[in-house]
């Protein structure tokens, strides 16, 4: 079986354009998902996750220079205590 130039033509012009009207039928999809009720919840909940991850470090942090802090306290009193005696 012979491919002829006009054929090998043709069947180019014919993939090259359904790739075309593919890509942006896609492009609509998603653009319509990105606007829906379950596109926008879906982004506000991810907003969310990462909010209460940054929280849950910052109270980690925060937690952990109170424990620091509490045990820098505590030898102060012990020293001073012990000055005392």
């Known amino acids: ?7 090998f033509f ?7 354009g359904l790739g075309v009207v593919l890509s942006l ?6 653009g319509w998902l ?3 009720a379950v596109g926008r ?3 506000e ?9 940054e929280k849950d470090r910052y109270i980690g942090k925060m ?12 030898q102060k009193k012990v020293l001073s205590q012990e000055n005392l005696d």
Do not use: H
């Open 10 to 16: 043709l069947g180019l012009t014919a993939g090259v």
């Open 63 to 74: 937690l952990s220079e109170t424990e620091r802090l509490a045990e820098t306290l505590g």
């Open 45 to 53: 909940n991810f907003q969310l996750k990462r909010r209460l991850a």
């Open 34 to 36: 990105g606007y829906s």
């Open 41 to 43: 919840l879906s982004q």
């Open 1 to 7: 079986m012979e491919i002829r130039g006009v054929d």
């Open 25 to 30: 039928a896609w492009s609509k999809v998603r």
